[in-house]
């Protein structure tokens, strides 16, 4: 069993930053690729930014060059650091984490709310 947690969310003004990481733990031998999702309210889940073991980035569009993935492979975790943060990143914030079987888990997700 994987149980996956993320935390660093919160309220935060146009412009500001936030941290986000996400912990795996259980029973994990080796992690694939880690990633940030999001869904805002009335919309579907969509992809922000993923990494690889070996630390490839992939990125949305609109977060390219404001957010930035890293992952730590030693403590199963991945962070996402959101900087120059906009009223349209408001959206709760899920962390995937996929073994090499490429199933997926998912956390409970953490909300992330920007104000103008």
């Known amino acids: 069993q994987v149980h996956v947690v993320e935390s660093g969310g919160g309220l935060v003004q146009a412009g500001g930053s936030l941290r986000l990481s996400c912990a795996a733990s259980?029973?994990?031998?080796?992690?694939?690729?880690m990633g940030w999702y999001r869904q805002a309210p009335g919309k579907q889940r969509e992809l922000v930014a993923t990494i690889t073991r070996g630390g490839s980035t992939n990125y949305a569009d609109s977060v390219k060059g404001r957010f930035t993935i890293s992952r730590d492979n030693a403590k199963n975790t991945v962070y996402l650091q959101m900087n120059s943060l906009k009223p349209e990143d408001t959206a709760v914030y899920y962390c995937?984490?996929?073994?090499?079987?490429?199933?997926?888990?998912w956390g409970q997700g953490t909300q992330v709310t920007v104000s103008s």
């Open positions: 259980g029973s994990i031998f080796r992690i694939n690729r």
């Open positions: 995937e984490v996929v073994l090499p079987t490429e199933y997926g888990y």
